[in-house]
């Protein structure tokens, strides 16, 4: 509501303004009885004066009739009809324009005298004199005075028009007299010589060329100064309407606006003055150069139009610049109320949360150590938030001198700068609340640990009284005396009452606390009343003293460590009659002393729990800290050096080889930045109260710190770039701006080492929060920072390789990478290369992706930097999906194998230590087994479908739906067994398989030897190391009765209505002649027979087909092979099991 009613305050402003600005436009006075001044008025309005000279200007030209300037005796403007031949021919419109314009340019008081004419026909015939003054007669438009004729100079002309006009005068009726005369001189005795054009005998200067040409100019100076008046009438009315804006981009854009608006309007009106001085100028210059020279009458009228049309644009000047500096004025303030609201807002924003922050500092502490901690925090706070209390006080300081310099809006700020100063006497007046209560309880814990301090004291100095010098009259009284003196230290360290206490510290006590005062409490009261009976005791012992007897008990001395740990059970042993009342008095102070040891073992775990927050606060702080400072260093050389490079002013020490390079130099450190500031940071700072549960702040972010990849991998490039341009002066100017000590690639390095830091800052973190809740995600944050460092470097290396076709991005993630001797044990190939091979070593670098592992050769590292990184040359790459591994090789732990399409290529790679080694077969085990899985999952996937929709046999020896039944219960108990194996790998296969090879498949052995730990996703048993090494040779698959899964459909049976379908389920009945097997389609219920080469085909050879020899066959152990068949995409892949024979 306040705004607008401002809206609407500012609006009726304008609104008194503009009528001032009208009137001041059309405040001129339209006096008659001033000729000039009708003069200039009726040039300056246009329905007055329907003919401007630039309109009949052609017209004019023709100089049948002109306006010299002359005037007659009474002042009587003089009009001249020259001598014109072609006058009879003249147009009647033209004859009409150039009459009603020359009548129309005296003053109205001078036309009204009346107009002398002067019809010069000297030179003419009486006949065209005639026709001249009937065609003047008819069409003169004006009042006329008179009319002078000069007639033809001829004698017959002349004796002719005497006669002629004595007896036609009645044809020349005229409300004025006709006057003929023979001569110039006649004519003189009517118009004065100086009124009278050379032409006609007379003196007066008169150019028909310039007269046209002033007249002219003076009419279109009038149309200029009249156009300005109304441009500026009505761009007064656009800013008198408008409405004023309710930001600060629209106010200032507004403001901007209307300046650019008013600037063009000034420089119109400064070019019209210049018009006007110049037309002033040309109409006196011939005074200015002859001072004896007289203007005429028409020469005067003009110089007073144009003085009156200058003064009136003087006049229209003033009134805008009047106005302009009104609305100029209401738009500054409006523009100032807008950025003062802005600031308020942003400023309250910021108090805010400046109040929800300080409105968190309600812990009073549990300790001397905490409290004091909280103090430093709250100091610490309270310095950070006097930057946003400053700007508030200066706000509400700005909003004060809006008030005192009578702002429109005044009614809107008064209420904002009292919330401001309101909030900050709050703020001041609650943060010293805060510390009040903080320093009272900083007191009141220096109180207890006195006390406690005090207790532990007395307690040591009763467990480091010797018993046996206790049991002399000299050692009691020496004991007593002790304990006197340490009691009455006791005046100033312990707390005398509670109550008291109570009241004292009545507005800091909690429950905690104040559970704490009453176990503290209760310990002094407890160590009292043991010193109360210790001194009964001795004084006994010093009163009546007895044969003393040879103690049994232990020293004290000898294991009492220290005044904080109480005390062990001490017996004394006095005379008979008195030994058993002082070993129940022992054995209840043994209990007391035992009671207050757990207590203060109770406090010392407390205070080592202080400790580790203490350490924990610590370690978020400087994570904070140093997470402000890196966002402030970010900024300050994307503001100081990034954004510098797209400077104008800057461009010209830029050369030209650096331009357009600022994504190389700088990388992604903008994206950075961003998260940095507008998100992680904010993150963190809400866990400053809670730092064991930062590594939760680190997991919810943890993928954007991926971008940290992308920054590293350009790291290569901007440092080379800065190499070369590191002393351009651009960098040294920037530098020399921003004061920094160190140039821009030190800061350039800082993302590196940021994200470096992570690790150790949580590693630290961890340390003190074993026990507290966050631990585990304080581990997990740690995992995963280490995980991205890995990356990174791991990112670094791809990048160096070279000679690669294809796209690396292509081959999937990039799992490990390391250096390694490799051997070569290839089946095909020249043999010596073949026998070499097996003895020299390579030395590659491998490159591990979920889909490919790349072999590269190390390149010698060069130049300096990131330059001295190596480079990666490319030599050749193995497909995963065709990949296997034998994880031991005999004679060295830190081989192991990888071998290729069924050992064709088998590389032998030695590891540089044995972990390293176990690193890398653990990774590929887990490629190889995560291939196998999803092909797996999808053969049984299908498998599973089509069985399901089966149609019913066409005859069988038993139901249909036994059958149905029992084949699913086998397909299950199948899919439980693959379930349970742990074979890793899977399979790529062509829809066919090639002559002498079968599909490929997995195996693995369940009683193999260690040394036959072989791993593959394509692996052949004929090839495979465990089928080498065992002896186990293998031949073609031979097939069996049974039943199986169909993997390619076949039309070409014996039968020409037998065909099998992909996924279909027969059953191999029995083996006939010329290699034929008779098959039943379980899925159709149709029979036929099927070549058996065709049904390798069809079903799988024994590379594809699933087998268990029974316990029966005699074998020392009973072997499970698995097969997994798969396109590259799984769609196409299906899996074949053969039934379990019994």
């Not at 108090?351 to 004091?372: K, M, P, Q, W, Y």
């Not at 701006?737 to 690790?759: A, C, E, G, N, W």
């Not at 330059?867 to 065709?882: F, T, V």
């Amino acid at each position: 509501m306040a705004q607008r009613r401002h809206l609407r305050e500012g609006h009726e402003s304008h609104s008194r303004i503009l009528p001032r600005f009208i009137q001041i436009l059309h405040g001129r006075r339209h006096s008659r009885n001033n000729p000039r001044q009708i003069c200039s008025d009726e040039i300056m309005h246009q329905d007055i004066i329907p003919l401007y000279a630039a309109d009949i200007q052609d017209q004019l030209k023709k100089q049948f009739a002109y306006l010299s300037g002359g005037r007659g005796g009474d002042g009587c403007p003089v009009i001249t009809f020259p001598d014109y031949p072609a006058f009879s021919e003249i147009p009647e419109k033209e004859f009409q324009n150039v009459l009603t314009y020359l009548t129309s340019i005296p003053s109205l008081r001078d036309a009204g005298i009346g107009f002398i004419l002067v019809i010069d026909r000297r030179q003419d015939k009486w006949t065209s004199v005639k026709a001249s003054i009937l065609r003047i007669a008819a069409s003169f438009p004006g009042n006329l005075q008179l009319v002078l004729v000069l007639r033809p100079t001829g004698f017959f002309h002349r004796a002719l028009s005497d006669i002629a006009f004595k007896f036609n005068k009645d044809e020349f009726k005229m409300k004025v007299p006709i006057i003929m005369l023979g001569s110039v001189s006649e004519l003189q005795g009517y118009i004065d010589k100086t009124q009278l054009t050379e032409d006609l005998g007379g003196t007066l200067d008169y150019c028909h060329h310039r007269w046209l040409s002033r007249r002219t100019a003076i009419e279109g100076f009038a149309q200029k100064v009249k156009q300005t008046a109304q441009i500026l009438q009505s761009f007064g009315t656009e800013l008198a309407e408008t409405e004023l804006p309710n930001d600060v981009q629209s106010t200032s854009s507004l403001l901007a606006t209307h300046t650019e608006k008013k600037d063009k309007m000034k420089e119109d009106i400064r070019l019209a003055v210049e018009q006007g001085d110049d037309i002033l100028g040309s109409i006196t210059k011939p005074v200015t150069e002859n001072p004896e020279y007289k203007l005429n009458q028409d020469q005067l009228d003009n110089q007073t139009t144009v003085e009156r049309l200058l003064a009136q644009l003087h006049e229209t000047e003033t009134a805008f610049d009047e106005f302009w500096i009104k609305h100029q004025q209401k738009l500054e303030q409006c523009l100032r109320l807008r950025n003062f609201e802005q600031n308020f807002r942003e400023v309250k924003a910021a108090l805010d949360i400046v109040f929800e922050r300080l409105s968190a500092f309600t812990d009073v502490g549990n300790s001397c150590s905490h409290a004091e901690h909280i103090l430093k925090d709250l100091a610490s706070f309270e310095e950070k938030s006097c930057e946003t209390i400053a700007k508030a006080r200066m706000l509400a300081s700005e909003g004060d001198a809006f008030i005192q310099s009578s702002h429109y809006a005044v009614d809107s700020i008064i209420p904002k700068c009292s919330e401001l100063l309101h909030l900050c006497d709050a703020f001041t007046t609650e943060t010293e609340r805060r510390r009040n209560l903080l320093n009272k309880s900083l007191e009141l814990h220096g109180l207890l640990e006195k006390s406690m301090k005090w207790c532990d004291e007395g307690i040591y100095l009763l467990a480091s009284q010797p018993v046996d010098k206790c049991q002399s009259q000299d050692g009691a009284e020496s004991a007593l005396q002790e304990i006197e003196k340490f009691l009455d230290t006791g005046a100033g360290n312990k707390i005398k009452e509670l109550n008291k206490l109570y009241r004292e510290y009545a507005h800091i006590l909690n429950e905690d606390l104040k559970e704490h005062v009453q176990k503290v409490f209760q310990k002094q009261e407890s160590m009292e009343e043991m010193f109360q009976k210790r001194q009964v005791s001795l004084k006994k012992l010093a009163a009546k003293q007895t044969r003393p007897v040879q103690p049994v008990a232990p020293r004290p001395e000898a294991f009492i460590k220290s005044p904080c740990t109480s005390p062990s059970l001490q017996r004394e042993f006095v005379s008979n009659s008195e030994s058993s009342a002082l070993r129940r008095v022992n054995c209840r102070r043994g209990k007391s002393e035992m009671t207050e040891l757990h207590q203060s073992r109770g406090g010392s775990t407390m205070d080592d729990e202080e400790n580790l927050a203490v350490l924990r606060q610590h370690v978020i702080n400087e994570l904070i800290e140093t997470e402000r400072a890196y966002v402030e260093e970010l900024l300050c050389v994307l503001e100081g050096y990034a954004a510098e490079m797209d400077n104008p002013l800057m461009a010209h020490l830029i050369s030209p080889e650096l331009q357009n390079k600022k994504d190389i130099l700088f990388g992604n450190m903008e994206e950075i930045y961003h998260f940095h500031n507008r998100i992680f940071l904010r993150e963190l700072e809400n866990y400053i109260e809670y730092p064991e549960l930062v590594g939760r702040c680190f997991l919810e972010q943890m993928e954007d710190f991926q971008i940290y990849e992308k920054y590293c991998q350009n790291k290569p490039r901007s440092e080379s770039l800065w190499r070369q341009f590191s002393d351009s002066a651009f960098f040294q100017e920037c530098q020399r701006k921003l004061d920094h000590k160190l140039s821009l690639d030190s800061y350039l390095l800082k993302p590196v080492q940021r994200i470096t830091k992570y690790q150790l800052l949580l590693k630290e973190m961890l340390k003190y929060s074993k026990n507290c809740e966050g631990a585990e995600d304080l581990q997990e944050a740690l995992t995963s920072i280490l995980g991205i460092l890995k990356a990174v470097n791991d990112s670094m290396h791809q990048i160096a390789i070279t000679g690669y076709d294809g796209n690396l991005n292509e081959l999937g993630k990039l799992l490990m990478q390391g250096s390694f001797n490799v051997w070569t044990d290839h089946k095909k190939g020249h043999s010596k290369v073949k026998d070499l091979a097996r003895f020299k070593p390579m030395q590659r670098h491998l490159f591990l992706h979920e889909k490919a592992v790349l072999f590269c050769k190390k390149r010698e590292e060069n130049g300096e930097g990131y330059e001295k990184a190596p480079s990666y040359s490319y030599k050749h790459s193995l497909n995963m999906a065709a990949v296997g591994i034998t994880e031991n090789v005999k004679g060295d732990a830190k081989k192991f194998e990888i071998w290729y399409n069924a050992r064709e290529e088998v590389y032998i790679i030695q590891a540089p230590t044995p972990e390293v080694k176990a690193t890398w077969v653990n990774e590929i085990r887990k490629v190889l087994t995560s291939q196998l899985q999803a092909c797996r999952e999808a053969s049984q996937h299908r498998t599973l479908e089509q069985t399901q929709s089966l149609p019913l046999p066409g005859s069988s020896c038993s139901s249909p739906s036994r059958n149905n039944i029992r084949n699913t219960r086998k397909m299950e108990e199948k899919k439980a067994d693959l379930t349970s194996l742990e074979v890793y790998g899977t399979a790529v296969a062509p829809k066919y398989p090639e002559k002498g090879k079968g599909w490929a498949k997995t195996s693995h052995s369940l009683d193999a030897s260690e040394e036959n730990d072989g791993w593959s996703s394509a692996e052949d048993p004929l090839n495979s190391s465990d089928a080498e090494e065992e002896g186990g040779g293998g031949g073609e698959m031979k097939l069996t009765p049974g039943k199986y899964t169909v993997v390619t459909d076949y039309e070409k049976g014996v039968s020409e209505e037998f065909t099998v379908k992909s996924g279909d389920l027969v059953q191999l009945i029995h083996e006939g002649e010329d290699g034929l097997w008779y098959v039943k389609n379980l899925s159709t219920g149709k029979e036929g027979w099927i070549p058996a080469n065709n049904l390798l085909m069809l079903i799988g050879n024994s590379k594809s087909a699933q087998s268990l020899s029974s316990s029966e066959s005699g074998t020392a152990s009973s072997t499970l092979s698995t097969s997994s068949s798969c396109s590259d995409s799984c769609n196409a892949s299906s899996t074949s099991f053969s039934d379990i024979k019994g």
